[in-house]
Structure formats: C-alpha cells, structure tokens
C-alpha cells in the first residue's frame, strides 16, 4: 500500500525522440539599431570568455529593455539618459505577471544589473559619451532562507523511488545519489565527463563550473558505488555515438539541466513529498545535513563551489537541530520535572471540563 500523499509510480511508454526546433522566423526588433549595439557587447562577452549561460540570461534581460525603449520611440544609446532607465526601473517594480503577482527583486535585479554592464560597455568603447547607469541604484536583494528544506528520511524516500530494476532505473539513482552526495548544481552534474568522475579515489572533477571556475569534490561511499554499477550495467545499454557523457539520456544524449530537475521533481511525487523545488533541494539537503553532524562551514563553501563565505552562511541558519538541542540543554528558562507534571494536570482538568460543559 503506497503512503499518504505518494504517487504510484507507472510504466511510460517507449520513449520517442522529439523533432527538432522550430524554425525561427523574422526577428521584430531586428531593426533597432539600439538592438545592434546590444548584439556587439554580447559578441564582446562571449570572446572575453563569459559562460554562455551568462551571456543568454544577458540577453534576454537587454532584449527586453530593448523592446520597452521601441515603444517609447528610443532606437539609440546616446537617447537613454538616468531618468529614462529610472523610469524602467519603476515599470520592473509595478509589472504584474500574468497571475497578478509582481516580479521579484531577484527577477528585477536580473533586468537590470545587465543594463549596468552595457552601458559601462558602451561609454568604454566611446559609443556614448557619458554613463547613465553609473548612478543607478539597484534594489536591495533580500537574504532569504531556501524555501524548503528535506530531512534525512526525506531524502531517503527520493532517492528509494529510482528502483534500479532496468537502466533507466539505475541511471537515475546513479544520478541522484551523486546529487546528494557531492552537492553539484543541475548543470554541473549534466556536465560531467566520464574522465570527471575518478572511482577508486571517489572524487568528482567539476570542470567550468558556475563563472567558469574548476573545483574537486569528494564523492561518498554509497554514491561512488551506485555510480559505478550504472557504468558497468546500465550506460553501455543507453549510449549511442561514443558519447564521453557521464549520464546519458532514453535517446543515448547527454542529458540536460531540466532532464536532471524533471527526474528529481518526479521521484520527489512519487515519495509523497509536495515541497517546491527540484534538484537544488538536494544540494541544500547536502549542505544542511553535513552542518548538523560537524562539517566546518569553509568546507561547505568549497564543496558547494561558494566564490564568498556569505553566500555559504545562509546554510548555518536551516542548521537547527544542534541549535535546539543545546538551547534545551543550557537555558535556564525551561520548565522542571514538577512543573511539567502539573502542566499536564492543569491541561487534563481543563479539558475535562470542557467535556462536561459540551
């Protein structure tokens, strides 16, 4: 019988490929001028080596501004002054999305920082003559604690719902095993290289990170053992073309960041575990855990590839396990045996009462 709240788990049907994507067709704001400008600095980004990730969020955030200045008649870097991207600030804080709910500041911040970068871009290669954006302040990003967080048990149901009885199975225990125990995001994972992952010392190499940058993990027991009975038994069954992929998808492909989320978020339904969130839950969970049995922060943060111990530190406040049980066992404020014998009392009388009184 399947716990409360858990999907049973049925046989899909054999995977079909996709076809392929749709041709594009005419860009509308291929005759913006200010659009012109924009493609060279996303040229410039890519030969000055910023990840391709960075340089489409950039994209699509300038693309954006681009399409607001064409309602507004402005074609041309040198018609953009202060008050005119103050003014698109203000729009970002007042938009609605379609479900009536505002942007976030992340999601506005992510419209505007890359503004800064172009302008400066702009007036450094002598298309303006002045910055207008040097001056613009951005909203203050909220330090908030990860939406939700998985316990132990938690991620023990996830990982049990991949059942290794075929080699779609034991891919993706292999994969969120790996998940769990190295705290790799989405994309570093869907990275991965069989010459990434050495097995006999049980470290993972994470080549080009997030910013590009390399670091060594290492990768626990159970994981290193989970990953090499997918090497041995189930990858030579789903790779097609030699493909150097560590995991590899139904089609033989190298897998994708949303292939890695889709097979968390699906294992977490299975389990019966209705929290938000995908495979980032795991690299919290990773994090979390590790704090509540010792692990020094600074460790986490390499672990975790943290370029700041700031952003790390977010960690040590969903570590509150240690915290409860040494606030319980020093505080002076806490109620004696005697007392908490009589609370009960108290509490049984009056419930009593309210029985006789129903």
């Known amino acids: 019988m399947p716990r409360k709240g858990q999907r049973l788990k049925t046989r899909k049907p054999a995977a079909v490929k996709p076809a392929g994507p749709a041709r594009r067709g005419v860009d509308p704001l291929a005759a913006s001028a200010l659009l012109r400008y924009v493609n060279a600095h996303l040229d410039w980004m890519l030969t000055h080596n910023y990840s391709t990730e960075t340089v489409r969020a950039r994209r699509v955030a300038l693309r954006r501004f681009v399409t607001w200045c064409i309602e507004r008649s402005l074609d041309h870097p040198r018609a953009i ?4 991207l103050e003014r698109y600030q203000r ?6 999305k379609a479900d009536g709910k505002p942007m ?9 920082a890359p503004l800064k970068t172009f302008f400066k871009w702009l007036a450094r290669e002598n298309h303006i003559l002045y910055n207008p954006a040097s001056e613009l302040e951005l909203p203050r990003q909220p330090r908030r604690l ?25 891919r993706d225990r292999a994969m969120l095993e790996l998940l769990y125990s190295t705290g ?16 006999s010392r049980r470290l993972v190499f994470v080549r080009e990170g997030k910013g590009k940058k390399d670091r060594v993990v290492p990768l626990g027991e159970r994981a290193a053992a989970w990953v090499d009975k997918y090497l041995v038994e189930a990858r030579p069954q789903l790779v097609v073309d030699h493909s150097e992929a560590l995991f590899v998808s139904d089609y033989g492909e190298p897998v994708t960041p949303d292939h890695v989320s889709d097979k968390v978020r699906r294992y977490k339904e299975f389990a019966g575990i209705h929290k938000p969130g995908a495979a980032h839950l795991l690299r919290h969970a990773c994090a979390t855990h590790m704090l509540d049995n010792g692990a020094d922060i600074r460790f986490i943060q390499e672990l975790l590839g943290h370029a700041l111990l700031s952003t790390t530190e977010i960690y040590t406040h ?25 609370s009960l009392l108290s509490t049984l009388a009056a419930e009593a009462q309210a029985d006789g009184e129903a």
């Open 81 to 84: 002054t202060k008050p005119i």
């Open 91 to 96: 729009g970002l804080f007042y938009h609605r």
């Open 104 to 112: 976030t500041v992340g999601a506005q911040l992510g419209c505007l």
């Open 146 to 170: 990860p939406r939700s967080l998985l316990s132990v048990p938690d991620v023990e149901a996830v990982l049990n719902q991949a059942e290794p009885t075929n080699a779609q199975g034991l």
């Open 184 to 199: 790799l995001r989405r994309m570093e994972l869907a990275g991965l290289a069989l010459y990434d992952v050495d097995l």
């Open 318 to 342: 969903v570590s509150i396990d240690k915290l409860q049980q040494i606030h319980a066992a020093t505080h002076p404020a806490k109620l004696t045996h005697a007392e908490q014998v009589q």
